[in-house]
């Protein structure tokens, strides 16, 4: 069996690469997984920024097992906090992984210098092959 790890950060493209996932990999173990960053601060001062990101984290988690469950198929979920590109690649070490799956956005230009890629940096450390997919 194929273990298949799809990060995802709310967008519509890593829900579309959750998608080509259970397309690609109809057999395979898939593995929904959030990096936690603290990327906005908070409008109520009753929550932290960081309670707030793993709010977001548990919201985009149930997002996957929806998706799952329209496919039809059961997923392992997990969240952990840290640097994108090197927690996924991290997570894929320690979870036997064979193949990542990810979203892309296309950014291009001075956008992708200044904000750098997320799907390029874990293609280069990635411990096994990387599908880069682009929503349609």
């Known amino acids: 069996m ?3 790890l799809v990060p995802l950060d709310g967008s519509s ?3 579309a690469a959750l998608r080509e996932a259970f397309d690609l ?4 173990e898939v593995h929904a997984f959030h990096v936690v960053q603290v990327t906005e601060f908070p409008r ?3 929550k932290s920024a960081y309670e707030i990101a793993v709010e977001k984290g548990r919201e985009i988690l149930t997002r996957a097992d929806e998706i799952a469950d329209k496919h039809e198929r059961g997923i392992e979920t997990a969240m952990k906090e840290g640097h994108a590109a090197k ?12 193949h990542i799956v990810m979203g892309s956005t296309g950014r291009s ?4 210098v200044l904000l750098g890629s997320v799907a390029e940096s874990v293609t280069r450390r990635a411990p096994c092959s990387v599908v880069i997919v682009r929503e349609h």
């Open 25 to 28: 990999f109809p057999e395979a």
């Open 44 to 46: 109520d001062r009753n």
């Open 109 to 112: 230009g001075m956008a992708r």
């Open 2 to 4: 194929k273990r298949i």
């Open 13 to 15: 493209e890593s829900e």
């Open 87 to 98: 927690t996924i690649v991290r997570y894929a070490e320690e979870n036997d992984i064979d």
